[in-house]
Nanobody, 126 residues
Framework: QVQLVESGGGLVRPGGSLTLSCAAT????????MGWFRQTPGQEHEFVGA????????YYADSMKGRATISRDNSKATIYLHMSNLKPSDTAVYSC???????????????????WGQGTQVTVSS
């Protein structure tokens, strides 16, 4: 069973930037696609973006295009989410997810993935 651990959350002022990390540990895990989601209390998970390990391509939600960049470090089994021009509506718990098996398309829905992390809090406020 793979474990996913997010880190890097915190308080940032509007217009600022922040980089989150998601490290995968445990038994070997074939990473086909990994993604980022965010959630506020009482609301559903919202897709942020995803990355494919085979060709390093990325895909982002319309609300995040131009403000988010997902990258990977193969040696560390880690993906990153860099966000810029942050606004108060970006405040949420950000979680990473990983798919073990091949599935077509991009994982824009939560049930696409096989493993989830606990999340890290991002607060955007003056």
């Amino acid at each position: 069973q793979v474990q996913l651990v997010e880190s890097g959350g915190g308080l940032v002022r509007p217009g600022g930037s922040l980089t989150l990390s998601c490290a995968a540990t445990g038994p070997s895990f074939r990473k086909i696609q990994m993604g980022w989601f965010r959630q506020t209390p009482g609301q559903e998970h919202e897709f942020v973006g995803a990355i494919k390990w085979n060709d390093n391509t990325t895909y982002y939600a319309d609300s995040m295009k131009g403000r988010a960049t997902i990258s990977r470090d193969n040696s560390k089994a880690t993906i990153y989410l860099h966000m810029s021009n942050l606004k108060p509506s970006d405040t949420a718990v950000y979680s990473c997810a990983a798919s073990k098996y091949f599935r077509p398309g991009w994982g824009v829905h939560r049930n696409y993935y096989d493993a989830w992390g606990q999340g890290t809090q991002v607060t955007v406020s003056s």
